[in-house]
């Protein structure tokens, strides 16, 4: 019995292993501009804003540092992880897009003097992240996707935002549009903080 014990338990083990192995270690993806507000998000005749977001898998959490370039100076955004995004794979709009899904504030981010903006968030990412409220029968919900929206509706005002009608996206619940967002995987459909995929539209934790 003890022998058997002791291969069972090597066993478990060695399939702890490589399933460490097997996780991605980190991983880079872009975030896209909303084509419909783009304009407003950079300087006209300048090169497009450039979002680069890079997540490093550790013990207890993730660290994750996005970094943009090209936006409009002293402009302010906010992150959020959600659920949906408003984008194909193509980084098109998707024509049946209804809504977000479930959205996780994350950070503020500001662009300086240059346009640059950078922010870095340590928590739970990675193939993981999810909210979940049994008082509205919401069951476990991953939030795959990153994206950030104008912090100031009139900053997109130019774009064809209707300033009378802010999105909840920011502390006092009167944000702007959709600036920057992540694209899903042609595949899978999922969101680029999922790193290993599963059958149906799962992900492996």
Known sequence: MKTASFVSAAIVAGVASLSALAQTPETHFKL??????????????KPAPIANVTVLRRGDNDLLLLRVKNLRPNLNFDMFTVQNSALLASGAPDPAFTNFGLAWYQSDLHADNDGNAEVTIQTILLDQIFGFDPNVALA??????????????????????????????????????????????????????????????????
């Open 32 to 45: 896209v501009a909303n084509p419909r507000f783009a304009n407003c998000l950079g300087v006209p005749g």
């Open 140 to 205: 476990p919900t991953n939030t795959f996707h990153l994206g950030f929206w104008f912090n100031d509706p009139h900053d997109a005002a130019a774009c064809g935002f209707d300033v009378t009608h802010p999105t909840p996206f920011n502390g006092e619940h009167k944000a702007g549009p959709l600036a920057m967002i992540s694209l899903p995987n042609a595949t899978t459909g999922l969101g680029p903080l999922c790193t290993q995929p599963g059958p149906g539209g799962t992900c492996h934790p």
